[in-house]
């Protein structure tokens, strides 16, 4: 059995104010075929996206990023898209747009275990670190 395993990422940007390209990383999507994984942790810093625009509406935010993982998931609830293989599914999260919830670009690496790369790209890609000057 392998022990590494092929996964492609991309990390879900919200970009409220799409002319301006300015945007906080609030989540990451993970596929790995081999696995049959496909997830999305999502971590909105509501502080940090009001900063850059105070007039958006959170709780639509909230209810439209609640969706990405409803359609990783799949099956009915996740509607025609949930109908999709899993590999549609994650091409049809990550297609390009020009709305205030976006995707970068995928990227792909080997892993031991999906769900342990998914806790460590948030870690990496989303969550704020303080920076340490001396």
Known sequence: MHDHFTYDYAVIRLVPKVEREEFINVGVLVSCPARAFLEAGIELDEQRLLALDATLDIEIIREHLATIPTICSGGDQAGPIGQLPQRERFYWLIAPRSTI??????????????????????????????????
């Open 101 to 134: 919830i976006q995707t970068s670009s995928m990227h792909t690496g080997f892993c031991r275990d999906p769900a342990t790369m998914l806790e460590h790209l948030l870690e990496v890609m989303v969550r704020p670190r303080l920076l340490k000057y001396r």
